[in-house]
């Protein structure tokens, strides 16, 4: 690699990622998830086999979106380093990779579900500004005519130029992003419940350290979805839809839907790709319309129980994610939530509305941004994971979880204090107990039953003598059954098996 070489592949990163810039910026204007590097990872997210996914899940958890973004970036900067390379030698070689990228993410922008019409914009503007940008670093610098007298040595005014568009390239792209990330100022006022929930009884939390407390804040809840940008909602157009095979569908906006009667539920909601012991799983009190009341209103009475039939909702982003019919109409009081721990829901969360379906893992009935609920049959339009080969019946697995003392945490002899939650939902915990190395199981006390459908803390005094030791946990449910030893990876319908921990105690 001569100096003329790593300035040609200088001009050709720099030009492409003020083009890249600058079409952030107009997305950010337009659409924003037409921008090229999120339509394309978008585009990966979908494309990846499941196998993979579970493997970036478990490997990176929520920091899997920056990663990805960062890994696309990447990947279309050493293009650009080829491109400008390639410019030594012809203009139209180069010109055709730039071409190429910028056509495979307006394609990218334009197949997203939900694409507005000015998709293809960003990328037309990617391809212009990059070109043209290529064209004017190589001049500023003299790539093709070197100095004969100073071979190779950049000049004052091609550094300049470079350092110019890495200025404009950084500036257009932190304006496009705080312009996509803008929120809207409008906010809703919630209606009350018409038969509120008393306060939680004090004993849900059993006041021992370390503990996850028993309502997850928003801010501490997981957030799992596909979505790249959080779809910023405008509650003024937002409506939800109730078609397919109903008697009476319609179509409400969000005052109709806040002027329905609203329940409030404690519920403890998980995600399926949680791992034994994972972090995925939080307690909030949820504020909503009662799904059944919105498909009696669709004409639908009584459940039809055709194991065939789901309900296909889909968010304004374009997901798709399938329920159970039967899970919507029966007594667990599945919601279309508009409040969480008391408040609406934040933009990460859904707003304005999402669906919540107690007893089932998010991926089959949370659905946040929704938008529309069609009943249909499972082999008619299969959702988003049923495509991706996850499972249909997405029931709570039962599990127990330590959160004190950490993993490898170093611990003094003496009193302390093992804990944690175990959930069960739709059955409840009858017992939790805990295991040290291949001593008996020891049962725990339980903070009190907030409902069924949401995880008990439970805490047991320990001994601790010196040496390595391994703590194991497992719950019972509400039926007398025990936590399967049974381990089972997330996909496709849940893991399963204890949590077990080691600790160092001296
Ligand atoms: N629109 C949309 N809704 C979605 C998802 C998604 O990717 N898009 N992910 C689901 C999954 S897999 C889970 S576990 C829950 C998580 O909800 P949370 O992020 O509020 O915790 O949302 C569900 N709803
Ligand atoms: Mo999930």
Redesign the pocket.
Known sequence: MNVRRITAAMCGILATALGGAAAHLVAALVSAPSSPVLAVGSTVIDGTPTPVKEWAVGTFGTADKPILIGSVIAVTLLLAAVAGVLRLRSRAAAVAVLVLLTVLAGAAAVLRPQAGSFAWLPAIVAAVVGVACLEWLVSRTRLLRPDPDVPGEPTRRGVLALGGAGVGAVALGAGGQALARRRAPVTISLPTAADPLPPLAKGVDVGKAGISPFVTPVKD???????LLV?KVDPGTWSLTIDGDVPDPFTIDLDELLAMPAVERDIT??????PVGGP?V?NARWLGVLTRELFARAGIDADPRDPDLQVLST???G?T?STPLSALLDDRDALVAVG?NGAPLAA???FPA??LTPRL???V??????TRMTVTRYDEQPA??TERGWATDGTVKTQSRIDTPAPLARLDPGRTTIGGVAWAQGRGIAKVEVRVDDGPWQRATLGVEADIDCWRQWFLPWDATDGRHDLTVRATDGTGEIQTTTMANPFPAGASGLHSIAVTVG
């Open positions: 809840f997981y957030r799992i979805d596909t979505a779809p909601l998980n995600c399926v790709s949680n995925y939080g968010s304004t982003d997901m994610i969480m990460e969360r859904g999402r669906l893992y998010g991926f009935g949370a659905t946040k941004w929704l988003y994971w």
